[in-house]
């Protein structure tokens, strides 16, 4: 088999579309920064119904997945083993799902919650408190994940199940779409899931880069600047361009393996040098709230006092993950060989939330503290300062603040490397013709998304805001809402085709690329 050959119908578009946007907003920041709020205030207030809605319907759907007759269904044949330990595995999903932004939000979101609470709560009260932590871990918690699992299952599925050699999001819409897939209707699919890659990730860059700039600046006394902003940004891509170059089993995999660790010394640090007993205590006080009120907050759109708390905050997280969700679903599928669908929506929504859940309960615990006990006025700090210039105050006040400081440094860096470096990778895949299960697309074409995804930084850091930041996911998201119920469909056909209505295992005859494939599932 020869090496995996360059897609040109679906590489070239994406490519000069995805640049053709970053130029027009370099170039034209006043009309872009009017565009990306028009934008953002149309899709948060017009179809804040509509994701709050779908969001819960999709974690219902996996529920019934997961415990249902369809749980044990396996992606791959009987004798497909896992590729990757289950610890590794995890450890890679995760990675790849939260980047820096988990790092970023764990201390500026709960700040954000008591100055602007929900419900109509008085800013700063202790009953603001009570949901400043509450809403952080709903906002990356099981429904966050359910988002993301969704198109992982079709797209394994067709992959692993069904043999199709193009590991793409189109492929799997094949049982709905038939061949209109092969044509003109899959490039446009493809194209939209690199686009919601692209601007999804920009998120991720326009929050984490003044963030390490910031970092960078407290440690070693460096003048903030674009410039700075610019050279940092250089770095991260000279690191997370040489991980995708190394490939999927040498960098991805080392990365997000050094990155658990580094976030793990992170979160024990701070909970034994921090007051422990408060962060365990708000940490249960806010499981039991969020529990309490899962149902409200997921369907809470505010539409009589129009505080604008949920567009706000749900339906653009909700927005985000949706942009990031085929992403997800490419490359969870692609290192999910071996495992039960079961399992797979297992590791997403139980160990995804629950390591969210942990820098949420610690990080954002230890933020409470400092600011209710009067050590550090952090809403002041917020308002007026920003977000990067609070989270190195709060991580100065622990103790040796200079080694935390480099500690943080180390796992900003690696957090992000790892999660756009699988970006880069699908990206890479999604423009590669046939990619089998053994295979990796050419190294030159992974080191193009990578060059790709910082130029898209480069844009959202030249509009500035955090309204730019998160225009390019919920802008990105709309698209692909569609995407992901023809994959959720196409699912449910190949299930139901493969394994009838008692999930019993049989000759499955299938159609892909074009070419007639029987594939025994006995």
Same mark, same amino acid.
């Given at each position: 088999?020869?090496?995996?050959?360059?897609?040109?119908?679906?590489?070239?578009?994406?490519?000069?579309?995805?640049?053709?946007?970053?130029?027009?907003?370099?170039?034209?920041?006043?009309?872009?920064?009017?565009?990306?709020?028009?934008?953002?205030?149309?899709?948060?207030?017009?179809?804040?119904?509509?994701?709050?809605?779908?969001?819960?319907?999709?974690?219902?759907?996996?529920?019934?997945?997961?415990?249902?007759?369809?749980?044990?269904?396996?992606?791959?044949?009987?004798?497909? /083993?896992?590729?990757?330990?289950?610890?590794?595995?995890?450890?890679?999903?995760?990675?790849?799902?939260?980047?820096?932004?988990?790092?970023?939000?764990?201390?500026?979101?709960?700040?954000?919650?008591?100055?602007?609470?929900?419900?109509?709560?008085?800013?700063?009260?202790?009953?603001?408190?009570?949901?400043?932590?509450?809403?952080?871990?709903?906002?990356?918690?099981?429904?966050?994940?359910?988002?993301?699992? #969704?198109?992982?299952?079709?797209?394994?599925?067709?992959?692993?199940?069904?043999?199709?050699?193009?590991?793409?999001?189109?492929?799997?819409?094949?049982?709905?779409?038939?061949?209109?897939?092969?044509?003109?209707?899959?490039?446009?699919?493809?194209?939209?899931?690199?686009?919601?890659? *692209?601007?999804?990730?920009?998120?991720?860059?326009?929050?984490?880069?003044?963030?390490?700039?910031?970092?960078?600046?407290?440690?070693?006394?460096?003048?903030?600047?674009?410039?700075?902003?610019?050279? #940092?940004?250089? #770095?991260?891509?000279?690191?997370?361009?040489?991980?995708?170059?190394?490939?999927?089993?040498?960098?991805?995999?080392?990365?997000?393996?050094?990155?658990?660790?580094?976030?793990?010394?992170?979160?024990?640090?701070?909970?034994?040098?921090?007051?422990?007993?408060?962060?365990?205590?708000?940490?249960?006080?806010?499981?039991?709230?969020?529990?309490?009120?899962?149902?409200?907050?997921?369907?809470?759109?505010?539409?009589?006092? /129009?505080?604008?708390?949920?567009?706000?905050?749900?339906?653009?997280?909700?927005?985000?993950? *949706?942009?990031?969700?085929?992403?997800?679903?490419?490359?969870?599928?692609?290192?999910?060989?071996?495992?039960?669908?079961?399992?797979? #929506?297992?590791?997403?929504?139980?160990?995804?939330?629950?390591?969210?859940?942990?820098?949420?309960?610690?990080?954002?615990?230890?933020?409470?503290?400092?600011?209710?006990?009067?050590?550090?006025?952090?809403?002041?700090?917020?308002?007026?300062?920003?977000?990067?210039?609070?989270?190195?105050?709060?991580?100065?006040?622990?103790?040796?603040?200079?080694?935390?400081?480099?500690?943080?440094?180390?796992?900003?860096?690696?957090?992000?490397?790892?999660?756009?470096?699988?970006?880069?990778? *699908?990206?890479?895949?999604?423009?590669?013709?046939?990619?089998?299960?053994?295979?990796?697309?050419?190294?030159?074409?992974?080191?193009?998304?990578?060059?790709?995804?910082?130029? *898209?930084?480069?844009?959202?850091?030249?509009?500035?805001?955090?309204?730019?930041?998160?225009?390019?996911?919920?802008?990105?998201?709309?698209?692909?809402?569609?995407?992901?119920?023809?994959?959720?469909?196409?699912?449910?056909?190949?299930?139901?085709?493969?394994?009838?209505?008692?999930?019993?295992?049989?000759?499955?005859?299938?159609?892909?690329?074009?070419?007639?494939?029987?594939?025994?599932?006995?």
């Amino acid at each position: 088999m020869g090496k995996p050959q360059l897609d040109h119908k679906v590489f070239w578009p994406a490519f000069i579309v995805i640049f053709g946007i970053s130029l027009a907003i370099i170039t034209n920041r006043e009309a872009g920064t009017e565009i990306v709020n028009a934008a953002l205030a149309w899709a948060t207030y017009k179809l804040d119904w509509l994701f709050q809605t779908g969001t819960f319907l999709v974690f219902v759907f996996l529920m019934w997945v997961a415990f249902g007759r369809y749980g044990n269904v396996k992606l791959g044949g009987p004798d497909d /083993k896992p590729e990757f330990s289950t610890i590794t595995w995890i450890g890679m999903l995760f990675c790849a799902g939260v980047g820096s932004s988990l790092i970023y939000w764990s201390v500026a979101e709960p700040l954000y919650y008591l100055q602007g609470p929900p419900f109509g709560i008085a800013v700063g009260s202790p009953e603001a408190a009570q949901w400043a932590i509450t809403y952080g871990m709903f906002h990356w918690g099981f429904s966050a994940w359910a988002l993301y699992a #969704i198109p992982a299952l079709p797209i394994a599925y067709a992959y692993y199940v069904r043999k199709d050699t193009i590991l793409r999001a189109s492929t799997a819409c094949r049982p709905i779409l038939g061949n209109k897939v092969d044509g003109w209707l899959g490039k446009v699919i493809d194209i939209l899931v690199m686009f919601g890659i *692209v601007g999804g990730f920009g998120t991720s860059l326009g929050l984490g880069v003044p963030l390490l700039a910031e970092a960078a600046s407290s440690l070693f006394g460096l003048q903030q600047s674009m410039g700075l902003n610019m050279a #940092i940004l250089a #770095i991260w891509t000279l690191i997370f361009g040489f991980s995708v170059y190394t490939g999927l089993y040498k960098g991805i995999k080392v990365l997000s393996n050094i990155n658990v660790y580094l976030a793990l010394a992170m979160l024990v640090l701070i909970l034994l040098a921090g007051p422990t007993v408060f962060i365990l205590s708000v940490f249960t006080d806010s499981i039991g709230v969020l529990f309490n009120n899962f149902f409200r907050m997921s369907f809470y759109t505010d539409p009589i006092a /129009k505080s604008g708390f949920p567009q706000s905050w749900t339906v653009f997280y909700w927005a985000w993950w *949706v942009a990031l969700a085929p992403y997800m679903g490419l490359f969870v599928a692609r290192i999910s060989k071996g495992r039960t669908l079961k399992q797979l #929506i297992v590791a997403e929504l139980l160990w995804g939330t629950l390591g969210c859940w942990a820098f949420f309960g610690v990080v954002g615990g230890y933020t409470l503290h400092l600011e209710f006990n009067k050590i550090l006025p952090l809403s002041t700090l917020l308002s007026e300062s920003g977000g990067p210039a609070t989270i190195i105050a709060v991580l100065n006040t622990l103790p040796m603040p200079q080694v935390v400081l480099v500690l943080f440094l180390l796992l900003e860096f690696v957090f992000l490397a790892t999660c756009l470096d699988s970006s880069a990778y *699908v990206c890479a895949s999604m423009a590669t013709k046939n990619l089998a299960e053994n295979e990796q697309p050419a190294r030159w074409n992974r080191i193009v998304w990578a060059l790709a995804l910082a130029a *898209v930084g480069i844009a959202i850091l030249s509009l500035g805001g955090l309204s730019a930041i998160q225009t390019s996911s919920v802008v990105a998201a709309v698209p692909l809402i569609l995407v992901l119920v023809i994959l959720t469909m196409s699912f449910m056909k190949m299930l139901h085709e493969d394994h009838g209505v008692e999930c019993k295992p049989k000759e499955i005859t299938f159609k892909s690329s074009g070419r007639n494939n029987n594939i025994s599932a006995k």
